[in-house]
């Protein structure tokens, strides 16, 4: 079977889902979109989808910010996404795209008298950065853009420019990773993922108003570090030196899964290996997500 899309209200096969070149999202990034995964468990022979309702809900809180009605219920969402990856026959880790956008094909930049669409793509989808050996980070000469700029708590495809500018600029320079700061020289996050840091047997992470997406992975580790570890998180403000001096830190995101950082700016952190609790938070992180931890069974939506 072909790979389908959800693609103008209905499942086609994903060759046919082609937008025209004068779609406004396309010319505006007048979009937001979510990144779900969905992960195989070979033992239970089932594709769990996970969290799938809390990207949905994001997903949701991002088109108001564009003036993006959907038509579905967050329930409706789930539902259309397991049977687009059920439809699509896949029982290897996927990644999950849905993306809202302007899609009447006129120019003029604005956010009214568009119409809107909703389109879901699933794809099969390998580690994204090295979960196994830890990365290299630089904090970056790109600033965070503000909240009175394009909302970073949004997932707004334009603003995703921003992100590309610290993730490019961080791979050329060496690193796999590049660590944005906000306007006035806070740890905000990385492109593509949250960041914390371990200091005393305590996480600590830039809070809310630190012009992150509040990650549902950051979510998830929170709860867990609290839940099963024992270890509190202090959500606060982040100065980059922190960050040379913490003890450990890692970068949490649907696609990172939890990534261990061993180095930022050509500084070791803490011994330059895995730390202790991080790698205690990734295989607890890895066993939840993949349906093998059955206490949080309830975050995994099974597709088959
Ligand atoms: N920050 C940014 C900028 C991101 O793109 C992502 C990935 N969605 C994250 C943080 C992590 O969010 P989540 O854990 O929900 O994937």
Redesign the pocket.
């Known amino acids: 079977m072909p790979p389908y899309a959800f693609f103008q209200k209905e499942y086609v096969p994903l060759p046919e889902a082609k937008i025209g070149i004068m779609t406004h999202a396309f010319h505006y990034g007048t979009a937001c979109f979510e990144?779900i995964r969905g992960n195989w468990n070979p033992d239970d022979e089932q594709l769990y989808i996970f969290r799938g309702r809390e990207h949905y809900k994001r997903l949701v809180n991002s088109c108001k910010l564009l003036k993006i009605e959907l038509p579905y219920s967050i329930d409706e969402l789930c539902q259309m996404t397991v049977d687009l990856v059920r439809k699509s026959e896949y029982k290897e880790d996927v990644y999950i795209r849905p993306l809202a956008y302007k899609s009447t094909e006129a120019f003029g930049v604005r956010l009214h008298d568009l119409d809107d669409d909703l389109l879901i793509i699933v794809t099969t989808f390998g580690p994204y950065l090295d979960v196994t050996k830890g990365i290299k980070c630089t904090t970056s000469s790109w600033r965070r853009i503000d909240d009175n700029m394009i909302p970073?708590r949004g997932?707004i495809c334009g603003l995703y420019v921003n992100?590309a500018f610290a993730k490019t600029e961080a791979v050329e320079a060496g690193a796999a990773e590049g660590i944005m700061l906000t306007s006035d020289d806070y740890v905000s996050?990385?492109?593509?993922?949250?960041i914390f840091i371990v200091n005393d047997s305590r996480l600590i992470t830039p809070t809310v108003n630190d012009r992150?997406?509040l990650?549902?992975?950051?979510e998830t580790v929170m709860q867990l570090a609290k839940d099963e570890l024992g270890i509190e998180t202090l959500e606060r403000r982040v100065d980059r030196s922190e960050l040379y001096m913490a003890e450990e830190c890692f970068l949490?995101?649907?696609?990172a899964h939890i990534t261990p950082v061993v180095a930022i700016d050509n500084r070791k952190i803490g011994t330059g290996n895995i730390g202790k609790i991080t790698g205690d938070l990734q295989k607890l992180y890895f066993d939840v997500e993949f349906g093998r931890n059955r206490k949080y069974i309830q975050w995994c939506t099974p597709v088959y």
């Open positions: 990144g970073p997932k992100n996050e990385g492109s593509g993922e949250n992150i997406l990650g549902i992975t950051r949490t995101g649907t696609a």
